[in-house]
């Protein structure tokens, strides 16, 4: 059976950054299962595992306009060290919950000095060339409800 929009697919991946660094694996765990074609994986990978079949291995490279997509410098921001009362030891690296007119959206502490802190909105892989290496472990017809909710219900079914 071959990859196509509403089929259930299963893979094992590893997910490096431009340096060769592992950013996430499904090793040693669980094989990732998604609906294909339901905007489930993001739209560069998921393209590329189109038609292909269970044990096809793959190498996609993903740019970042098919990826998290470009580096919004809208999205770096300087906010006074007021905003952040009540936390302590705030560091560089840091990860907050930030409320935006679209809802509710991750931001990381990229700068700290004296009363001015630098926060960046955009994802953290945002701006950057992913490669995956895929296994494609099993594929196979998605059930009725799993085809009404747009996702997968069960083992392996957790989103990214």
């Not at 905007?39 to 595992?49: F, K, R």
């Not at 038609?51 to 990826?67: E, F, I, Q, R």
């Amino acid at each position: 059976m071959k990859i196509s929009k509403d089929v259930v697919v299963s893979i094992e991946y590893t997910l490096r950054d431009d340096n060769g660094n592992v950013l996430d694996s499904s090793e040693g765990g669980e094989p990732l299962a998604y609906l294909h074609g339901n905007g489930n994986l993001i739209p560069g990978l998921e393209a590329q595992l189109e038609g292909k079949a269970a044990n096809d291995t793959l190498k996609v490279v993903v740019a970042p306009a098919d990826g998290y997509g470009e580096l919004d410098a809208a999205q770096i921001v300087s906010v006074p060290k007021s905003q952040f009362a009540g936390v302590t030891d705030l560091a560089v690296g840091m990860q907050f919950t930030a409320s935006g007119p679209e809802g509710q959206h991750v931001v990381t502490v990229t700068k700290i000095e004296d009363d001015t802190i630098t926060v960046d909105g955009n994802h953290p892989l945002a701006g950057q060339t992913l490669t995956f290496d895929v296994k494609i472990i099993d594929v196979r017809e998605a059930t009725e409800e799993e085809l009404s909710h747009g996702h997968v219900h069960g083992a392996g079914g957790h989103h990214h």
